[in-house]
Every structure is written in structure tokens, then in C-alpha cells.
């Protein structure tokens, strides 16, 4: 018995850095990421937050007069761009988005899909843009901060403070107790894809607020949001 309590009190006490999920891993099954990728628009629209984050911190630096610019790093399927461009569409504003991701079956899949007016994908490190001199008016990620090593965490931070003149908005799970079983419970039914053995590989390798404000730079601020995400926010006029 006191083996077993000394397990539970010890559940989920780490980051397991060791934990790698199917999907970062080369030889994945190519049938099943394809059915994760087509699932992330719903989970994300469940769990993410973003309608909040677009209304409160993105929408209100966009105009219907004015061009702007989101980047979107390692955006995967690409889910979410394409739902900033239809947010973007619908409240009338002038917004052209980039989501860029290194890896060849995320940018498959993503320029597969139907293409979307004003959004477009490409193969790419957030480095090579920085190299470039780009510059977006809001840079974000969806639920990649937990996947990096700390010192790519860093230069990721790095960039996003070279391509952004605006925002740049890191939104990523955090580490808890109750988000991992309540995804674990709602994820049952999505039984043919990643999503439920990788989404709780994601939840162990995640930060908690505290953790990620531990490792941020100077002028990043990290809130805690529900359900189980940490926002983690800079702001060039803060620099």
C-alpha cells in the first residue's frame, strides 16, 4: 500500500522528457498520422482555447482597412491557420497566413487539404525565416512548445521575438492530474488514430505554469488557462 501511494504521489510530479510520441517518430504509420491530423481541427476546437486567444489578443491587432500577417510555426495539418483565416473571413478582416513546419508529412497533408484565400503553407524552420529578415504583425503555435528540446525551445523563443513586430502567442497543454484523465476519458471513442496514445504522451512531456515560467526569457509571460493550457505571450513593445 505505501508503494502504491508513494506511485500516485509521484504521478505526472515530472516532465517525462523520455517519452517520445508515434507521430515524431520517422517510420509512424502513415494511415494512422494521416487520421490524426484530419482529428486535430476537432480536438483543438475542444480543448485549445484559440477562439478566446483570437478575440482578446489577435483580433484587435488586425484591421478590415489594413493588411496583416500571421505566422503559424509547426503548424502540422494545419488546422488552425486555416481557422484563423476563417475567423479573419467572417469578422471582415485584411489577414495573410503562413504555417510553416519542417516535416514533409505535415506539409503533405496540409497542402492536400482544400486551399483556403490568403493562407498558405510551406517547409520550413522558423531559423530559415528569421534568416530571411520576415517580420509577421502575430506569430503563433498550437501545442508545440512540449515537444522541443530545451535548447530548440529556446532559439524558437528567439525567433518568435525576431519575426514578430507585434505578438507572438505560444499556446501549449500543461501538465495536470485532471486534464490527463479527462482527455483520457474523451478521447475513447478515437480509437483509429494518435490522437488519445499521443495526446497523453503529450500531456506527461508538458510544462506547468511554474515550470514554463522557469525556462521563458525576459519579456515572455505565461498564463495559465483552461482547461490545462499555458498561454505563453510576448509583446514587442514590452521588449
Not at 517520445?20 to 482529428?39: A, F, H, N
Not at 475567423?87 to 505535415?106: C, E, F, N, T, V
Request: glycine share 6%.
Amino acid at each position: 500500500m505505501q508503494f502504491l501511494a508513494r506511485r500516485e504521489n509521484g504521478f505526472l510530479a515530472r516532465r517525462d522528457v523520455d517519452a517520445v510520441e508515434e507521430m515524431d517518430k520517422p517510420d509512424c504509420d502513415p494511415v494512422l498520422l494521416d487520421r490524426t491530423y484530419s482529428q486535430f481541427g476537432l480536438i483543438n476546437a475542444t480543448v485549445a482555447g484559440w477562439r478566446r486567444t483570437w478575440a482578446a489578443q489577435i483580433r484587435p491587432r488586425l484591421s478590415s482597412s489594413r493588411p496583416s500577417t500571421l505566422l503559424d510555426i509547426g503548424s502540422g495539418g494545419g488546422d488552425m491557420p486555416r481557422a484563423f483565416a476563417r475567423w479573419a473571413a467572417r469578422d471582415g478582416l485584411q489577414l495573410s497566413i503562413l504555417g510553416i513546419d519542417p516535416d514533409d508529412r505535415a506539409h503533405a497533408f496540409a497542402t492536400s487539404q482544400p486551399p483556403v484565400l490568403g493562407l498558405t503553407f510551406r517547409r520550413a524552420f522558423s531559423t530559415e525565416l528569421v534568416a530571411e529578415g520576415l517580420k509577421f504583425d502575430v506569430v503563433t503555435s498550437n501545442h508545440l512548445l512540449h515537444h522541443l528540446a530545451p535548447e530548440d525551445l529556446q532559439s524558437l523563443l528567439a525567433d518568435s521575438e525576431q519575426l514578430s513586430r507585434g505578438i507572438a502567442l505560444h499556446n501549449d497543454i500543461e501538465r495536470s492530474r485532471l486534464g490527463y484523465h479527462l482527455f483520457s476519458l474523451g478521447t475513447l471513442p478515437l480509437r483509429r488514430s494518435l490522437i488519445r496514445r499521443d495526446g497523453l504522451t503529450s500531456i506527461r512531456r508538458s510544462y506547468t505554469a511554474a515550470e514554463l515560467a522557469s525556462v521563458a526569457p525576459p519579456g515572455w509571460e505565461v498564463t495559465a488557462r483552461f482547461p490545462s493550457h499555458n498561454l505563453l505571450v510576448h509583446r514587442a513593445s514590452d521588449a
